[in-house]
């Protein structure tokens, strides 16, 4: 089964102490639904992550991307709705311009202060936790992890760090 290529984006303030997060609330189906997650979506066809990650942005939030840092990779087996597996490039979006939207078509928008989403005050996916700490890492260290799913459940994590 071929995997759906993927962006999820971190936007953080100046001074990285806050970050832009959607608040699924918008669509019963969504596999997010009640959950803050940060912005991105699949790739489309000929398209680069860095290109797609700021596609995704500008449709989401309104804002512009100016700079990307690449903070890893992860990969989903099984993690679709059918069992498909996602690959994804999570990003720290450090540099941007614009006022973001207050909603989008996944849900509400808003700022998050960094050591909320780090120690359990936001409410994330419970996997999530696993990664979250390696993309607002100090000093940023490059990780690529992966985190197998069946039914829906997280069977396992690992990653590696390689910056």
């Known amino acids: 089964m071929q995997a759906i290529m993927a962006t999820l984006g971190y936007l953080l303030t100046p001074d990285r102490r806050q970050v832009l997060l959607v608040h699924r609330d918008r669509r019963p189906d969504d596999l997010h639904l009640g959950y803050c997650n940060g912005l991105g979506g699949?790739?489309?066809p000929?398209?680069?992550?860095?290109?797609?990650m700021a596609r995704e942005i500008r449709e989401e939030s309104g804002l512009d991307c100016h700079e990307l840092e690449l903070a890893g990779t992860i990969s989903w087996p099984g993690f679709g709705r059918a069992g498909e597996n996602w690959f994804a490039f999570v990003f720290r979006v450090t540099g941007w311009s614009g006022q973001p939207y207050r909603?989008?078509?996944e849900g509400t928008l808003a700022w998050h202060p960094v050591a909320d989403l780090l120690t359990g005050r936001v409410p994330v996916r419970p996997s999530d936790?696993?990664?979250?700490?390696?993309?607002?890492a100090e000093p940023p260290r490059l990780f690529h992890g992966v985190q197998p799913f069946?039914?829906?459940?997280?069977?396992?994590?690992?990653?590696?760090?390689?910056?």
């Open 46 to 52: 000929g398209e680069d992550a860095a290109a797609g």
């Open 150 to 163: 069946s039914g829906g459940v997280p069977q396992s994590w690992s990653h590696t760090l390689t910056g």
């Open 103 to 105: 909603e989008c078509p």
């Open 42 to 44: 699949k790739l489309e």
């Open 129 to 136: 936790a696993n990664f979250l700490p390696l993309v607002f």
